[in-house]
Every structure is written in C-alpha cells, then in structure tokens.
Nanobody
Framework: QVQLAESGGGSAEAGGSLKLSCVVYVALDGYCLGWFRQFPGQEREGVATIDATTRTTYADFVKGRFTISQDKAKNTLYLQMNSLKPEDTAMYYC???????????????WGQGTQVTVSS
C-alpha cells in the first residue's frame, strides 16, 4: 500500500498563488502521478499528470496557470497554482499508479485531499 499526503492548501485571493505538495511514501521511479480536484457533489476531474518519463499533461482549464513537478530526492509531487480563479475552489487530491505512462486514467493510490479556496 502506497500512502500519499497532501499539504499546502488554503485560501488565496483571485490572481494569487498556492503551491500544493504531495509526499509519496515510495520512490517515485516508475510511477505515473497526478493531481485531481473535486467540487461538492461532483466527480473528480483531472488537473495535471506527470509520467515516469517526466512528460506532463494539463487540463485545458489550467494550462498556462498551473505547473506540475516532482522532486524524486524528496519523494514529493508539487502543483504550483498561479493566477488563481474563484472557480479553482475545490478539494485537490494527488494520486499515483505504478505505470510508466499516464494513459490508463486509473489510479490505485490516493491522498486524503487538501482544500483550496479562492476568493474574488
């Protein structure tokens, strides 16, 4: 069982920035990692992924604003969120799957989530 622990959520004003962190309690080599968010009463939606080759993908609604990255020495996944909008308010989750490429859309391991609230 791989455990993940998010941190860094909180409140920000529109136009501001937050940086989420996700400690993954396993070496990151070979893992597809992703950030997801969930609005109340809705399904989780993908925000960004980084695969084992470090190739990244982004949802259209965050392109140019959010950046996913990882620090293998710290076993940590990050999501730098800039130019935040009130509609970015959601619970954010990190996820991991032992696959080279993030093509399955399925993740076995999930964190508990961290709340991001953006005020206008």
């Amino acid at each position: 069982q791989v455990q993940l622990a998010e941190s860094g959520g909180g409140s920000a004003e529109a136009g501001g920035s937050l940086k989420l962190s996700c400690v993954v309690y396993v070496a990151l080599d070979g893992y597809c990692l992703g950030w997801f968010r969930q609005f109340p009463g809705q399904e989780r939606e993908g925000v960004a992924t980084i695969d084992a080759t470090t190739r990244t993908t982004y949802a259209d609604f965050v392109k140019g604003r959010f950046t996913i990255s990882q620090d293998k020495a710290k076993n940590t996944l990050y999501l730098q969120m800039n130019s935040l909008k009130p509609e970015d308010t959601a619970m954010y989750y990190c996820a991991a799957e032992y696959l080279t490429y993030c093509t399955s859309g399925s993740y076995k391991y999930w964190g508990q989530g961290t709340q991001v609230t953006v005020s206008s």
